[in-house]
């Protein structure tokens, strides 16, 4: 097997998964990971179902998970709910991955102005009183809180996959490549942008953007496209 075939990542599926299980199909992972905006209509071992068996599935949310409760529930009430990487990091086909799902949302914190609140607690307790004791609105729970963001800084991983963009794309955010530097991350996946392309940021960081429907290996190979993301 091509060593850089034992984890692929999928860009924004937006519904089609067909080109991760071909992928799948073609190069027997040991695992997937999935960078968010699935824009689900049932849970989504239910559109994954051909692979469940045949790999690992891990993944993390995007922002249009959030934008109803129908595709909220399909991901996080999901039989795949546990394989969530949001905040955490996981030994994966033997390397250590790290994810962070959602975005910068301008209510909560959008980099690099100052957050505008220290954690979700803060938010829920300036609201009125019969909102304080409520759970955070979808909206809000799509949004990179500044405090758990912060938190990741003291873990340590090979790779970090966000749906944000670090600065390498002109829509990114410096703060991904800060995250990944403390990390001690040497590689960084992203999708959300919709946009194939390989760059390097501080400290030799290597960042792969994911398209769309695209599914990338660890090199950064368009492995249902038969070619390289984009050279640096």
Same mark, same amino acid.
């Given at each position: 097997?091509?060593?850089?075939?034992?984890?692929?990542?999928?860009?924004?599926?937006?519904?089609?998964?067909?080109?991760?299980?071909?992928?799948?199909?073609?190069?027997?992972?040991?695992?997937?990971?999935?960078?968010?905006?699935?824009?689900?209509?049932?849970?989504?071992?239910?559109?994954?179902?051909?692979?469940?068996?045949?790999?690992?599935?891990?993944?993390?949310?995007?922002?249009?998970?959030?934008?109803?409760?129908?595709?909220?529930?399909?991901?996080?009430?999901?039989?795949?709910?546990?394989?969530?990487?949001?905040?955490?990091?996981?030994?994966?086909?033997?390397?250590?991955?790290?994810?962070?799902?959602?975005?910068?949302?301008?209510?909560?914190?959008?980099?690099?102005?100052?957050?505008?609140?220290?954690?979700?607690?803060?938010?829920?307790?300036?609201?009125?009183?019969?909102?304080?004791?409520?759970?955070?609105?979808?909206?809000?729970?799509?949004?990179?809180?500044?405090?758990?963001?912060?938190?990741?800084?003291?873990?340590? @991983? +090979?790779?970090? #996959?966000?749906?944000? /963009?670090?600065?390498?794309?002109?829509? !990114?955010?410096? %703060?991904?490549?800060?995250?990944?530097?403390?990390?001690?991350?040497?590689?960084?996946?992203?999708?959300?942008?919709?946009?194939?392309?390989?760059?390097?940021?501080?400290?030799?960081?290597?960042?792969?953007?994911? @398209? +769309?429907?695209? #599914?990338?290996?660890? /090199?950064?190979?368009?492995?249902?496209? !038969?070619?390289? %993301?984009?050279?640096?």
């Amino acid at each position: 097997m091509n060593p850089n075939h034992r984890i692929l990542f999928a860009g924004d599926p937006h519904g089609n998964f067909r080109p991760l299980i071909e992928a799948v199909r073609k190069c027997r992972p040991e695992a997937v990971v999935l960078l968010g905006d699935y824009d689900l209509e049932c849970p989504l071992e239910h559109y994954l179902a051909e692979i469940i068996g045949l790999t690992e599935i891990w993944w993390i949310a995007g922002n249009h998970d959030f934008q109803s409760p129908c595709k909220y529930h399909s991901l996080f009430n999901s039989s795949l709910a546990d394989y969530s990487l949001h905040l955490r990091v996981k030994e994966i086909a033997g390397l250590r991955i790290a994810g962070l799902g959602g975005i910068f949302l301008g209510r909560v914190w959008y980099p690099p102005a100052q957050p505008k609140w220290i954690n979700k607690r803060h938010f829920l307790n300036s609201q009125k009183t019969a909102q304080r004791y409520s759970e955070l609105s979808l909206k809000y729970r799509s949004a990179i809180w500044h405090d758990e963001f912060e938190a990741m800084k003291a873990l340590q @991983a +090979d790779i970090l #996959v966000t749906h944000e /963009a670090p600065s390498s794309h002109r829509f !990114g955010f410096a %703060a991904i490549g800060e995250l990944a530097s403390a990390m001690g991350v040497k590689h960084v996946f992203h999708g959300h942008l919709h946009e194939n392309y390989a760059a390097t940021i501080r400290r030799n960081i290597r960042v792969v953007g994911v @398209a +769309d429907q695209v #599914v990338a290996d660890l /090199a950064g190979n368009l492995v249902n496209a !038969g070619e390289l %993301a984009v050279s640096d």
